[in-house]
């Protein structure tokens, strides 16, 4: 029997029964096991109660304690940090790692007037939208996709800016009306992408989840991840960042793009590198970012 930690909400509890059905699939039994954490308790901006690790700090601990046996996490949330004992066992496929758009009207972007409410306190996000020049004003929001696309239906915002991947899952890509372009919103490094972590010693439970990795995933993740430690940045600071494995002219390569907000703007620059080797693209792109700085 393998013990699956989840949040409670329903992007967490749907991430986690994805992932339980993939073990399922393979012969294993699941259960899930409901976890309370500080970031769904607490609506306070997560910039002030602790940002980085909100989310992911109650289902370590259980790991550790021995309560459950994996977590799953959306990777954009894990802090990059290693935590001593604990591993990420494997990360699945990524799903689509853009933002989206859900305005009111099926209004896109650069259809909304002038003066226009946008709710999203992602620093990332907001840095990006005010680079764009389009004149919209940025207000931070919190709760669930829920309350924000509500904010919307209820007319208190022309639109909100959410990761498409957390629509995918809960089945709302209907209500998308435009999905940007990561040229004008790059997205959180790591974003769309699932990290399942495990005791580090755990065995059986290494071996249960190796089918799930994808090399691929794990390759460009690995060198955003890298991009946003190296600058030194936690979740909530302006920084964008995107890997694609893409076909160089030796083969397979991988290609990393990173934005960094900044007082005067967003800078943008973009690399390629070694599929095998994303720790030194992504500080290699980190230190040419700082460079210019
Ligand atoms: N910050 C919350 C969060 N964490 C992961 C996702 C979406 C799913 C993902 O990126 O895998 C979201 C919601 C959002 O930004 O719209």
Redesign the pocket.
Known sequence: MIRLGTRRSK?ATA?STIVADQLRALGHEVELVLITTTGDVNRAP?EQIGGTGI?VSALRDALLAGEIDIAVH????LPTMPLDGVTIGAIPV??D?R?VLVARDGLTLGELPHGALIGTG?ARRVAQLDALGLGVECTGIRGN?DT?IGLVTDGKLDAV???????S?LGRLDEVTETLDPIQML??P?????GIECRADDTDVLAALAPLEDPATRAAVTAERQLMATLEAG?TAPVGALAEVVEGEDGPELWLRGALGQDDGVRRLSANGPVDDPVSLGKTLANELLERT
């Open positions: 992007l991430q997560v989310f959306s990777l954009k949330d990524r799903e790692p933002d992602a996709v924000r800016v959410l990761a498409r991947a957390g629509l899952r997205p959180a790591g974003q769309g992408a699932l979740c």
